[in-house]
């Protein structure tokens, strides 16, 4: 039995933020993926806290930059929030702190992202 | 299967030490259950966190490359861990039963190409002082070596 | 060794599974990890927090007899713990390369005779179904099989 | 190296209180059974919080066991305090929640025990 992405939504001030929990692996990436296409073809900007992530893989990295980049085709807007410290490490080997907005909260919405 | 004692010798030195063995299908389902044997192998070995936390993040990839490119998916496909300590290095062995992988092919992005795959190579890069294929023995396919300081 | 594929075939029946299995030299500082070990494991088998809290309290014990009686300490004896889901249950065997242990020489004692020793068996035997030693095969010195039912 | 049991010692209400944590197994139970022998021949009182115990095996359970039964010969106090679920889980297989005295809290002292 698949191990089902730990994901919650909500609407947060006008936007669509997805909260990610638990850890975000091979297991998991493609539903994360789905999820993510889903909601930018659905034209909605997209805040995704990992507050609840303790671990992610490669894969989970590769949905957040495919979404990313059609949001970003789609002039809609894509930022992270709430980066623990052991994605952040992933994202900056992965030099994609300097790609992503990356917000410290999810309150102010998208800020100046 | 022969008796344990040759397959985890302890090794030559004082200081060398087998920590543990661990064998699964390579199945995405059994990445949580490396990852915790790494972690806590790593931590006997007195690894500090943040080390624990790069050979952690280093062995899944690995894996998952074993999963995808080495065996294609098939869920029958095993996949051997190894973790012990040699002097002052945490020595991690991968083994699989697939067909030889030339490494050549093995190609990270440039990672100023924006795209979603590969990372994970950098991913093990970054945690490992070294990373190898080490020449195939006893009928497997492939053994990748890492190792890294324990500090 | 053999390569991995007959080592952890999958079972027999379609709902059969090998989830893993573990080499570890006969060491109390070993027993953390195979207890994260049993523990993912039997997560994994869709066993209740209560089942696997057992199974790990069980596997923990039967490790420990197998430190101190099997191997009598000898720190370069070998324990293979085997995880697998055979039908319904959950079945795990541990396996040493020690003499032949008599089975009637494993005596709990009567939990109304307080003393410090002799509860492991009690612990055993209330995590799982059945506890038994099957016939030894391949070197190996003895087989513990525990079972318990998916719950 | 090996690890070390996790252990505090206060003295609380003219009680020794030694407070317990993490993983209490065959690698650490030799200093817990230390530990206590020494405060008993020492002939001290004990009050042992088990709060912060996430696991006990047999061994850890023996060296209560023994602890208590010299503490009684000496006619000295001996109880448990706090005792979380699965600690309690194992006693109970033991039938050692009737023999030892088990407190809620540290702060009432020995209480009736
Ligand atoms: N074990 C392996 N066997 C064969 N090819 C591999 C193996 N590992 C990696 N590769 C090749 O190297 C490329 C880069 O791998 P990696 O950096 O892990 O990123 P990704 O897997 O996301 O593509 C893979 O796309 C694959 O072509
Ligand atoms: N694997 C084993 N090999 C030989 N003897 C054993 C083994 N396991 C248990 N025994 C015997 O059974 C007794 C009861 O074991 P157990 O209930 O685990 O309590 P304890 O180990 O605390 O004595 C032990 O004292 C030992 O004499």
Chains 1, 4 share one sequence.
Do not use: W
């Not at chain 1, 894509?78 to 410290?104: H, N, S, T, W, Y």
């Not at chain 2, 299967?1 to 302890?10: K, L, W």
């Amino acid at each position: 039995m698949a191990r089902d992405l730990e994901m919650q939504s909500e609407r947060h001030g006008g936007v669509d933020v997805l909260h990610l929990a638990g850890e975000v692996d091979l297991e998991v990436s493609s539903q994360l993926r789905r999820t993510l296409l889903e909601r930018v073809e659905g034209k909605r900007d997209l805040l995704i806290d990992l507050n609840g992530v303790s671990y992610i893989d490669s894969s989970g990295v590769a949905s957040l930059i495919e979404a990313f980049q059609r949001a970003r085709k789609d002039g809609l807007r894509f930022a992270l929030a709430r980066v623990p410290e052991g994605a952040m490490r992933v994202l900056k080997i992965a030099q994609l702190d300097r790609i992503f907005p990356i917000l410290p909260d999810i309150d102010i919405g998208f800020g100046e992202a | 299967m022969t008796g344990g004692r040759d397959v985890v010798r302890s090794g030559d030195s004082e200081s060398d030490e087998m920590v543990c063995e661990l064998r699964v299908h390579a199945l995405p389902a059994r990445l949580r259950l490396i990852r915790r044997v790494v972690g806590e192998a790593a931590r006997e070995l007195d690894c500090s966190p943040g080390v624990v936390e790069g050979l952690v993040s280093a062995v899944d990839e690995a894996c998952q490359n074993i999963i995808r490119y080495a065996y294609k998916g098939d869920p029958k496909g095993v996949i051997l861990l190894r973790i012990e300590r040699a002097g002052d290095n945490a020595v991690i062995r991968l083994i699989d039963y697939a067909e030889p992988v030339d490494p050549a092919g093995i190609q990270p992005r440039p990672l100023d190409e924006l795209r979603p795959g590969g990372l994970g190579t950098h991913l093990i890069q970054a945690a490992a002082d070294s990373v190898e294929f080490e020449p195939p023995t006893q009928g497997a396919g492939n053994i990748l070596k890492l190792v890294k300081r324990i500090e």
